[in-house]
């Protein structure tokens, strides 16, 4: 089953994501697979250069997610030449690491899930865009949502360097000082970005929780599954982006394990399929036991959904009150639904804002110590964040010379690639009878893998604005019998 | 905002072909020089993100490496940004330039009244670190010519 699956080169134009579905003789479903292509050879590319040149060279893995390959990276280069962040550095990093996540998580939620939830998973492919998102909620929001990422921008440009490819965590801290007008202006940005997210969570209420039909969406078997869950906490079991120890919690929400990321070898493997190039990483204890929910599989999740399913709440007062609701709304702890992810993405948006705010107003932010200057023989270093789309983890090992010699990335969205592709199968089945694909059906199955938000790792800008997206459906013989291709819309 | 008109270099320079409109700004860097009117910016960014760097210009020209198809790798071709009609995207990150323009221009935006593309067909846009094929590298003289004829300058070299 699936070895018929064809490897082609992938191409600016079309294979970011390819669904194959193969049916059986009764034009059901019998197994959906999607391939996320990634770049290989990034660890190999990575041997022999400086450690201090991770940070740099990571964060051009990908133009989606460069600051959270840069500061996994910063904070291994820590680990490697055993040297704490400087209390400041630290506070700097996590400023801007907590300005990214509201940047990521707001543009997300405004032009990626609007289509499936402002404008409707039944509307029209012409509406389905960012252009028909601003239709439904109006150009003064479109406006603001725009103002405020840039403003946003802006301000982490002013601190970390660049927005794309920061130049600024170093091991031991970070290059540059916060001044004080810098801080004003880093208040002021942090109290609209709590505004913002408290707008937007006004918006998710009435947009799609006033909608029985979305909600009996989101609550619908086709797009639940119950898994694993992991994500990082801090020292109260809250969730926490930039730092924390690793917990993992079952189906039933029962805390399972809890560890630094220097024993992810421990607890993490990795299972290779032979139509994917993706490797799926399982729980090591409980072992691969296939494409499986329940307490007996290995599969877990990251993201969103994972991360407040795993902690035991946000740090902050206000993201805290919309982490309860969500909870009691959704039915208690764990939420399963994979469409929930949406609505705990803008939990984390104003928990994120409200960290951005009280990190602003602490006076520290502009102190001169910004840096501990290494002096240990660099030799092993491990860095872990939560990226926008979940837990990434940079493993390094060097001479000692600081040269790299070994390197290890587990992205976010290979965490959840089991996950993904048993959302993309399960969505499939549920909608294809009689072999027939139409655009809604499709649309449907990919709001099953656009809820995780995957970030394909590729660099590719689409210039020509064509969808990445291509579905081949397979009779029983393997053979193709229909094609999608959405970038040829 | 100093210029009236921007030249955008798109690419990523770790990946092979796709560094070429990056390497290409940075000739042009020199050529434009003394040419407060025209800003001369390389990105590797994509997406929404792009919709920042365009506003406030009255012409923008992209150069980027594309795999099209329908050219041999190193040929340099223009596209008429007209015929990229916009297309529901799955993902922001990837939203094309006729995406950005509609919603520039729905949002009320200053958005550029033109927009050309200069594009060279890639061989490989996917090896890590890998060079530029042959063709693209032969290729780059051709692609600032046509860059500085599209911003109406005349390159002596």
Not at chain 1, 17 to 31: A, C, S, Y
């Amino acid at each position: 089953m699936g070895r018929h699956v064809v490897v082609d080169p992938i191409t600016r134009l079309e294979g970011h994501g390819k669904i194959d579905i193969i049916l059986n003789d009764e034009g059901g479903v019998d197994r959906a697979y999607f391939q996320v292509p990634e770049l290989r050879g990034f660890e190999k590319f990575l041997v022999g250069r400086p450690i201090e040149d991770a940070p740099q060279i990571t964060s051009r893995i990908c133009g989606v997610c460069p600051m959270a390959h840069h500061m996994a990276a910063a904070k291994a280069a820590d680990d490697v030449f055993g040297v704490e962040c400087a209390p400041t550095g630290r506070l700097i990093r996590e400023w801007c690491y907590n300005a990214f996540t509201f940047e990521d998580h707001a543009l997300h939620f405004y032009f990626l899930g609007g289509p499936d939830f402002v404008v409707g998973p039944d509307a029209s492919k012409a509406e389905r865009n960012i252009v028909g998102v601003i239709g439904k909620v109006g150009v003064e929001v479109g406006k603001r949502v725009i103002a405020m990422r840039r403003e946003v921008r802006e301000m982490v440009t002013t601190i970390a360097g660049k927005i794309i490819h920061p130049v600024f965590g170093l091991p031991g801290g970070v290059a540059r000082r916060v001044s004080a007008e810098e801080r004003a202006r880093c208040v002021e940005i942090s109290e609209k970005a709590v505004e913002f997210a408290l707008f937007t969570l006004g918006v998710f209420r009435d947009v799609v929780l006033k909608n029985e039909e979305y909600v009996g969406w989101i609550l619908s078997e086709g797009y639940t599954h119950k898994t694993h869950y992991m994500g990082l906490v801090d020292s109260d079991g809250k969730v926490n982006f930039y730092d924390g120890l690793l917990r993992v919690v079952g189906p039933d929400g029962g805390r399972e394990s809890e560890f630094p990321v220097r024993e992810y070898t421990d607890y993490i493997d990795e299972h290779v399929e032979p139509w994917s190039y993706v490797k799926f990483p399982y729980l090591k204890k409980i072992g691969w036991k296939g494409f499986a929910e329940g307490a007996e599989s290995g599969v877990y999740a990251v993201a969103p959904l994972a991360r407040l399913n795993a902690a035991d709440g946000m740090p902050t007062p206000k993201a805290q009150e919309a982490y309860e609701e969500y909870f009691e709304t959704l039915g208690g702890k764990p939420v399963h639904h994979t469409l929930a992810t949406h609505w705990a993405r803008l939990v984390e948006l104003l928990g994120a804002a409200e960290l951005m705010l009280e990190i602003a107003r602490d006076p520290r932010l502009i102190d001169e110590h910004i840096r501990n200057i290494p002096t240990r023989t660099p030799t092993e270093g491990f860095g872990v964040v939560e990226a926008p789309r979940g837990t990434l983890i940079h493993h390094y090992a060097t001479d000692e010379n600081g040269l790299i010699t070994m390197a290890n990335l587990i992205v976010a969205t290979q965490n959840n690639a089991a996950r993904i592709a048993m959302s993309v199968d399960r969505a499939a089945r549920t909608l294809i009878d009689r072999g027939k694909v139409d655009d809604t059906i499709l649309n449907k199955i990919e709001m099953a893998f656009r809820a995780y938000d995957p970030c394909h790792g590729c660099a590719t800008h689409a210039l020509p604005g064509h969808t990445p997206l291509w579905v081949r459906v397979y009779d029983a013989g393997h053979e193709l019998v229909q094609e999608v291709r959405r970038d040829r819309a | 905002m100093t210029g009236r008109t921007l030249i955008l270099g798109l690419g990523n320079e770790l990946l092979a072909d796709d560094a070429v409109g990056v390497l290409v700004v940075r000739q042009l860097s020199n050529d434009l020089a003394d040419r407060a009117d025209i800003d001369v910016v390389g990105t590797p960014e994509h997406g929404l993100a792009l919709l920042d760097l365009l506003i406030g210009y009255d012409e923008v020209v992209l150069v980027d490496a594309i795999v099209s198809g329908a050219h041999e790798p190193g040929e340099v071709f223009e596209i008429d940004p007209t015929e990229l009609r916009p297309t529901p995207n799955p993902s922001p990150h990837y939203a094309g330039v006729p995406e950005l323009l509609a919603l520039g221009e729905r949002l009320g935006l200053a958005m550029p009244r033109g927009v050309r593309i200069v594009a060279v067909e890639a061989g490989d846009l996917l090896t890590l670190g890998g060079p530029m094929t042959v063709g693209v590298r032969r290729a780059l003289p051709e692609l600032r010519r046509r860059v500085l004829d599209a911003v109406g300058v005349h390159a002596w070299s």
